[in-house]
């Protein structure tokens, strides 16, 4: 359907030569499977799903050769029919040159799918579609590869209200959404009517550049066939980035999603009409995702749009376009936001929308940069609001919390200040830099921290040991004195005053004994005689003196001398005349009354 609506605009933008014509001359062509298919595990946003088979495994097209991992992942599969190989690192189509983990198969050539079911999503639950979607692999097809499946979620605080359909395709030479509008227009939209039931959303928006006729004039006529109101397709001015996200909401709802938030959370989520077909294709036909369009441009002889299984290299594709022979390297993307590839046959993945042959005079080295001038001009052309030149500034003194400050994170990396900007400085390039740097001391802040909190963790750990050993040993010796005096009518050691006590009582027993014995000699006197007189208290106290003394002089004898080591001669000689004096002690005391 088509209406009349108000739109709205964007600051900011560039107007760069398209150089769209010549890759949509000819219809989207199948692209013949090559002699091996690098397929990388991970090729979307979050976690690098498992490996499901083994070397010298046959798989079929279509067949899960990695599941994912965890929620933030989707799943990946094997691209056609054929033997496992290898499993093994192989270089990613990143300017990096890295390598990941990857499947690589040998064809067949029989292509053969596996047994596929079609999913009657209008009697499932949300929930139960979107793990559907997880495991065939689904992600956004428009260049950022996250996983659909999160995507396709309520917002937090609002109501989905409204699902756009981003087919602005506003950076030069891409055209594959262009051709796949113009040729599966009907698929694409079967695919966002879905969406739309998982959403719940009320009315489906598709914004499509105006430079596009073809393409408007056919999505036009599936929403006519369909007969839904709540299908709109709107032309919108040609101008990059335009198809940005936040850049197309704002210029079909008028709605401008600030800083941090979703726009969930404002009843509007977007998507590229690619990934609304792969939708159609996981959901309608069984299908998981397992190749797409790509645009094929630049210094060939026919530039166009295959449908290319995912693993298949850059070379095998550019050679079916007529790759010539002066061409230095690949670009995957646009001119404006692509990937210098580090090889010619890196594979063709999810992210990969378009693979530009480049030349150094299609593509010119870059000038060398100049200081800033300030001349603002970033800042008028900058589609996000942001000031590129303050962000430059900050970004090259590595003062990254600053940058921060002025919303390093909000730059989509689109590239309008760097083609804009008078000194040639590239612009991009330092705050995808400042964003790295970022990113790399945070997690080395969050690993400290952990770090910390484990230290932390084993030092209460320890002070808790010790508190615990501490009350088991107080509670050990509160027990012992009742042990001990328990144990005392049998020891064997006694002490110097228990040692007066049996002298005085032996002393006793012995008076005793001889009064009886006297009594029984002579009986006679024993009545006549008086009794023996008990123990005067001269000589109790003499018996105490006696057993202090003793035990005095024990406890000289078991006391060990202390700071006795390295005397020298002369100390050695003053120690041994005082224990001399102390061994006579009792013969001084006796003269002293003499003197």
Not at 332 to 346: D, T, W
Request: glycine share 6%.
């Amino acid at each position: 359907m088509n209406a009349l609506r108000r739109l709205f605009s964007f600051n900011g933008g560039v107007k760069p030569p398209t150089h769209k014509s010549d890759s949509t001359q000819h219809p989207i062509a199948q692209l013949p499977l090559a002699s091996e298919l690098v397929v990388p595990l991970h090729q979307s946003i979050g976690g690098t799903p498992r490996p499901q088979v083994e070397a010298g495994q046959h798989v079929l097209k279509g067949e899960r050769i990695g599941a994912a991992d965890g929620n933030v992942s989707a799943a990946v599969h094997a691209p056609t029919s054929g033997r496992v190989t290898a499993i093994e690192p192989r270089q990613m189509p990143h300017t990096s040159g890295l390598s990941a983990l990857c499947v690589v198969i040998e064809p067949d050539g029989e292509d053969r799918w596996m047994p596929l079911a079609p999913v009657p999503y209008r009697s499932l639950p949300a929930d139960e579609l979107r793990d559907i979607l997880r495991d065939a692999g689904v992600v956004g097809l428009g260049g950022a590869v996250f996983p659909s499946h999160l995507k396709l979620r309520p917002g937090r605080r609002a109501a989905t209200r409204t699902l756009v359909l981003n087919g602005a395709e506003c950076e030069p030479y891409i055209t594959c959404d262009d051709v796949l509008m113009r040729e599966r227009a009907a698929d694409i939209l079967r695919g966002a009517r879905i969406m739309r039931h998982m959403l719940g959303a009320e009315e489906i928006l598709v914004g499509i550049e105006d430079n596009k006729p073809e393409a408007i004039a056919a999505m036009r006529a599936a929403a006519a066939d369909i007969d839904d109101m709540r299908v709109v397709v709107i032309a919108v001015p040609t101008r990059y980035p335009a198809g940005g996200a936040k850049q197309l909401i704002r210029v079909l709802t008028g709605i401008e999603v600030p800083h941090g938030e979703r726009s969930t959370d404002y009843g509007v989520q977007c998507f590229n009409v690619g990934t609304a077909f792969a939708v159609h294709e996981a959901i309608d036909l069984g299908r998981p995702l397992v190749s797409r369009i790509v645009t094929i441009a630049g210094n060939v002889d026919t530039p166009r749009n295959f449908e290319v299984p995912f693993g298949t290299p850059m070379e095998h594709l550019a050679r079916h376009a007529g790759l010539r022979a002066d061409t230095t390297h690949f670009i995957m993307g646009g001119p404006m936001m692509g990937l210098r590839m580090p090889s010619f046959g890196v594979p063709v993945v999810k992210a990969t929308n378009c693979v530009i042959a480049a030349t150094p005079t299609l593509f010119a080295p870059p000038q060398p940069e100049q200081p800033c001038i300030r001349c603002g001009d970033c800042a008028r052309a900058c589609p996000a609001d942001l000031q590129p030149f303050e962000l430059y500034w900050h970004t090259r003194a590595r003062n990254f919390g600053k940058a921060q400050e002025y919303h390093l994170f909000d730059c989509i990396e689109c590239g309008c200040c760097s083609y804009v900007c008078p000194s040639h400085i590239p612009l991009v390039d330092y705050f995808r830099f400042g964003k790295s740097e970022i990113w790399a001391r945070e997690q080395q802040k969050a690993e400290a921290d952990s770090a910390r909190e484990r230290f932390e963790s084993r030092n209460a750990r320890l002070e808790r040991e010790k508190l615990e050993k501490a009350e088991r040993l107080a509670a050990r010796a509160a027990g012992a004195p009742r042990a001990a005096t328990a144990a005392a009518p049998t020891a064997t050691d006694a002490s110097p005053d228990q040692d007066a006590k049996k002298a005085l009582i032996a002393a006793a027993m012995a008076r005793a004994k001889q009064r009886s014995t006297a009594m029984a000699e002579a009986p006679a006197q024993a009545v006549a005689e008086p009794a023996a007189p008990p123990p005067s208290a001269e000589d109790t106290k003499k018996a105490l003196i006696a057993a202090a003394l003793a035990r005095a002089q024990a406890q000289r004898t078991a006391a060990a001398p202390r700071n006795t080591e390295n005397l020298t001669p002369a100390q050695q000689a003053q120690i041994d005349a005082a224990e001399t004096r102390r061994a006579a002690g009792p013969a001084t005391t006796e003269k002293e009354p003499d003197q």
